[in-house]
């Protein structure tokens, strides 16, 4: 069944950094909470948000974002820079800090599509990236990405 497949697939994604931030935790390596976790991944994925677009995307409060991504901020995984165009304005931009945190993921997701390119050919891995494309374009309309 599609649906077992596709459920599958993310859910190994999701174990797989859980298994890798609950071994750094040991070691006192990590640092974000879980609600901290989700709000990093939508700040990097928004692409330089000012806190109003991340209220917003979050559906969360002003005030409840501001005291979010100060947390952020003192934790070292973000920082505030301000906009040329408006002076007012500040954009949030993911730290090298967060990057190497968030790099636990990505690792994980390149080891995969290492694995597809040798076990398919050419022309499957092609057909998966037209389908990937379609999905995340037309069948996920709820969720706009700046970079998609």
């Known amino acids: 069944m599609l649906e077992q497949a596709f459920f599958n697939v993310y859910t190994k994604f999701k174990l797989h950094f859980y298994q890798e931030i609950f071994r750094r935790f040991q070691t006192r390596e990590a640092s974000l909470t879980t609600v901290e976790t989700f709000c ?6 928004l ?3 000012t ?5 917003a995307f979050m559906r969360i409060s002003l005030p409840n974002a ?8 003192k934790k070292g995984y973000i920082q505030k820079k301000q906009s040329q165009e408006d002076q007012r304005e500040y954009h949030l931009e993911v730290t090298q800090k967060y990057l190497d945190y968030y790099s636990i993921s990505v690792t994980y997701m390149v080891e995969v599509m290492n694995r597809i390119s ?5 022309e499957e891995c092609a057909k998966l990236e037209e389908m990937l494309r ?10 706009t990405l700046p970079n998609p």
């Open 40 to 45: 990093m991944e939508t700040i990097q994925a």
């Open 47 to 49: 692409g330089r948000p």
């Open 51 to 55: 806190i109003s677009e991340f209220a």
């Open 66 to 73: 501001t005291y979010k991504v100060n947390s952020l901020v």
């Open 118 to 122: 040798r076990r398919f050919s050419s």
């Open 134 to 143: 379609i999905v995340s374009k037309e069948l996920m309309p709820e969720v």
